[in-house]
């Protein structure tokens, strides 16, 4: 099975930046698409960034458009997520997720086949 360990989150103050990492081991992952998902207290798990294993497509949701940046290592099986200008209202627990064999870019949380154990972002005001 594919496992999937984020790294990075941490305590940070409103305006400052963070990077998170999502290692990827446990199998052949020759083509996948990466996605990164949030979730806050008493909230719905929201969509934040995905990108295609060429990283041809990227997509953004908007309330972090221009401020994350979502990239990745293949040659390390590694994504990021760089987030400047952080907020209160990102904080959050941060969580990647993968899908096989696929050449497109997805916002719902169903169509990824694996998911993290989350890390914890708080911006503090």
């Known amino acids: 099975q594919v496992q999937l360990v984020e790294s990075g989150g941490g305590l940070v103050q409103a305006g400052g930046s963070l990077r998170l990492s999502c290692a990827a081991s446990g199998g052949t992952f020759s083509r996948y698409t990466m996605g990164w998902f949030r979730q806050a207290p008493g909230k719905e798990r929201e969509f934040v960034a995905a990108i295609v294993w060429s990283a041809r497509y990227i997509e953004y949701a908007d309330s972090v458009k221009g401020r994350f940046t979502i990239s990745r290592d293949n040659a390390k099986n590694t994504a990021y997520l760089q987030m400047n200008s952080l907020k209160p209202e990102d904080t959050a627990v941060y969580y990647c997720?993968?899908?096989?064999?696929?050449?497109?870019?997805?916002?719902?949380?169903?169509?990824?086949?694996?998911w993290g154990q989350g890390t914890q972002v708080t911006v503090s005001s």
């Open positions: 997720a993968a899908r096989r064999d696929s050449s497109s870019v997805y916002w719902q949380s169903r169509r990824y086949d694996y």
